[in-house]
């Protein structure tokens, strides 16, 4: 796994395969059944494939076969932790937030949960909706921490510029966030703020990625701050006028 963007920048694989195939194989695989990408013939393998492509190559097979990301049910608990905070909690339906959390403090918290929702099929839509949303952002993460770019890239993302004037219609833990302290060489004077809005919610590493490179491209900027408000996602960029540097800590 790599923890900077750049680290894996150098050893792209291209692969030319659908996001929603990957995501189709990847919702029906399990830890008894896992899954494989073969980066070089754009396939989706089962383990008796991969066994197979074993033994008849010598067992050259690394980098060229990648696991799927493994499902965990500890994930999907924390998933449900926030469905109930984030989402019902707001709805004022006939399930509480407190009622769900109680469920998952449960034994089978997994098997409360669910039969909770059953009785709200509005809910449980969202619920399945939620979920589908997790498991996009676990697939894009993968992707990106494996250095896999597909043919069709399953996001797209642009920034807009906000305009000064702008600035006091957002919303406030955007608008008051200030550049306080540069960095690298510790200046705390005065700093270039700018704001960009962005055209999706940034909440993965693939989709961050995505964000960088935008910002770069229109605006050659290389450093932000990820500010959402649950419905909108605002990058916050500020430049040193001491020194330059884009490394700038950002506090209210
Ligand atoms: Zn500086």
Known sequence: MCAEGGDVEHAKKKVKIRFAKLLAAFLRADESRPH??????????????????????????AG??????????????????????????????MLTAESL???????????????????????????????LEAEKNLLMDWLFENGIELGVPPVKIRVREIAQEEWKKLPSEVRDM????????????????????????????????????????KHGLSKFDVYSNGRNTFLLCAKCKNCGSEEIFMDF
Request: some cysteine; proline content about 3%; aromatic content about 8%.
């Open 64 to 93: 060229r076969f990648v696991a799927f990301p493994a499902k965990s049910q500890l994930a999907e608990l924390s998933d449900m932790e926030m469905f109930a905070y984030e989402v019902a909690g707001s709805l004022g339906g």
């Open 178 to 217: 200030k550049p306080r302290a540069c960095l690298k060489c510790g200046s705390g004077g005065e700093f270039a703020r700018r704001l960009f809005a962005c055209s999706a919610p940034v909440e993965n590493r693939l989709k961050e990625a995505e964000a960088a490179r935008a910002l770069l491209d």
């Open 36 to 61: 494989y990408l073969d980066t070089q013939e754009s396939l989706i393998v089962s383990r008796e494939e991969l066994q197979k492509h074993g033994s008849s190559s010598g067992g050259k097979v």
């Open 101 to 131: 959390l109680d469920a998952l403090k449960a034994k089978d918290a997994r098997g409360k949960f669910m039969a909770l929702l059953s009785e709200d099929p509005k809910l449980l839509k969202k619920w399945e909706a939620f979920r």
